[in-house]
């Protein structure tokens, strides 16, 4: 059992098990056997179609061995040798003398502290993982399964936990991994871990289906997996269409209120699971909180840069509304991502205004001026004043009454482009350049926004 070093152990595997090196290992070992002592900078390759390994007096290599000896002499290696025959002692001692280089996950240390001659769960998952690659659940990092079977188990065992105040900590965990390295039964904590496999992909299932989730960076929290997935762990065969609607709040409260993010972290993904598992067993609401998004919390976060909760919620938010272009088709989000994002993309005030125009601040990236269209429209705005730009595509449209669709679904505050032109008007001199009171109405422009932004929050989080 490996408990560090499993990826270089892995990468040498992988090479012996090419045939093109298992070729160059024998020709290597032969000349090895026949010469003696070997230079290694005699080694070389024959340059053919096939490259053989080759020996040669003759041959020296660009590499200064002679001066490498000399430098790697005056280092010392420390070399620690520990006689132990416990498993879970050489782990601990690991653990402990490794403190001072790179930090051990969360999850190694749980599944090397599991693992006994009858059970391995690291295999377990490294196998579904392998089956699965395809699957957005495989994707999923191995910390939520170790959570999420951590809470199932404390929320079975009352003898030993209080299923009521959970606790996923890391020596609560090394608690757990013992309680499961000592099991005398082969296969119960195999189980365990399969079914919350299961979980979690159904909990990954919901997310595509009611949410939309394409790609797990699209989480407000990483940790809303794991709590879905206690639900559909007690959920079974019960009714999901009755529950249906307190999952969606559950989503939604605790994306736009970052429950599972910060300071209120500990105390919320201890209590919750409890009133998951009551959720699926006996319908029990939830009862969590709404949070009201203040006007300083959206104002405050940038269309592109920082990891922000309330950004992927509100981005989620316009997505779960189907944005229409002004001629009513529906805009994909696959349209819209970017592979490499553009700084000028998703503002419906462009960016490129801002290098223009000196009555303009950096609240050009604010996150109420977002606006998703597609790669193409995204590209063609330049500088112009979206009324501006806007126009202009209108021109190859012929049935442009349907454009009010596109400020509904995109939550703009206005009916239509007339509107719209309307308000920009009053920052525009009889030259067509941007005047000092783009400045406030700039800032009206985002208030407005703002008040719808809440009110959408505000309904989702019903479960609506």
Not at 55 to 72: D, G, R, W
Not at 321 to 347: A, F, G, L, M, V
Request: with cysteine; charged share 30%.
């Amino acid at each position: 059992m490996i408990i560090d070093g499993q990826q270089r152990l892995s990468t040498i595997s992988y090479l012996c098990s090419q045939q093109n090196f298992l070729k160059v290992k024998n020709e290597f070992e032969s000349i090895c056997k026949s010469i003696k002592p070997i230079e290694f900078e005699r080694f070389y390759f024959k340059k053919s179609i096939n490259p053989e390994l080759q020996y040669s007096k003759e041959h020296n290599s660009e590499f200064n061995f002679k001066l490498f000896k000399q430098k790697l002499s005056r280092y010392k290696f420390p070399l620690i040798i520990i006689k132990e025959n416990k498993y879970e002692n050489a782990v601990n001692i690991f653990e402990k003398i490794n403190q001072s280089g790179t930090k051990i996950s969360t999850d190694f240390i749980f599944l090397s502290e599991t693992w006994n001659k009858k059970s391995n769960l690291g295999k377990t998952l490294r196998i579904w993982r392998t089956q699965n690659k395809d699957l957005l659940s495989s994707k999923v990092p191995n910390i939520n399964y170790i959570h999420l079977m951590g809470i199932i188990i404390q929320l079975e065992n009352k003898k030993v936990f209080k299923s009521n105040n959970v606790d996923v900590s890391v020596k609560n965990l090394k608690k757990i991994a013992e309680i499961i390295r000592n099991e005398k039964s082969t296969n119960k904590y195999e189980t365990i871990l399969k079914n919350c496999i299961d979980s979690i992909c159904s909990s990954i299932s919901f997310l595509k289906k009611e949410i939309q989730i394409k790609n797990l960076n699209e989480l407000p929290s990483q940790t809303l997996i794991t709590m879905l997935a206690v639900f559909f762990y007690y959920q079974k065969n019960k009714a999901l269409d009755k529950r249906l609607k307190e999952l969606k709040k559950l989503f939604w409260r605790s994306s736009v209120g970052s429950r599972y993010i910060g300071k209120d972290y500990n105390y919320n993904i201890s209590r919750d699971p409890y009133k998951l598992k009551l959720l699926a067993t006996k319908g029990t609401p939830l009862n969590l909180p709404k949070h009201t998004v203040t006007y300083n919390e959206l104002s405050n976060v940038n269309i592109h840069t920082g990891k922000s909760a309330l950004k992927n919620s509100i981005k989620l938010m316009m997505w779960l509304r189907s944005p229409k272009w002004i001629n009513n088709e529906t805009i994909y989000k696959h349209e819209s991502d970017q592979k490499k994002s553009k700084k000028e993309d998703d503002h419906f005030y462009p960016f490129d205004l801002y290098k223009k125009n000196k009555y303009l601040n950096k609240d050009i990236n604010c996150l109420l001026n977002v606006v998703y269209l597609s790669k193409s429209l995204n590209g063609s705005k330049g500088n112009k004043l979206p009324s501006v730009w806007l126009k202009e595509k209108r021109k190859s449209i012929k049935n442009y009454k349907s454009e009010q669709y596109f400020f509904k679904s995109q939550l703009l505050p206005f009916k239509d482009i007339k509107e719209l032109e309307k308000f920009e008007n009053k920052f525009i001199n009889r030259y067509n350049s941007i005047n000092k009171n783009f400045k406030s109405n700039y800032s009206s422009f985002l208030k407005n926004r703002y008040t719808l932004f809440k009110k959408e929050l505000n309904l989702i989080q019903n479960g609506n």
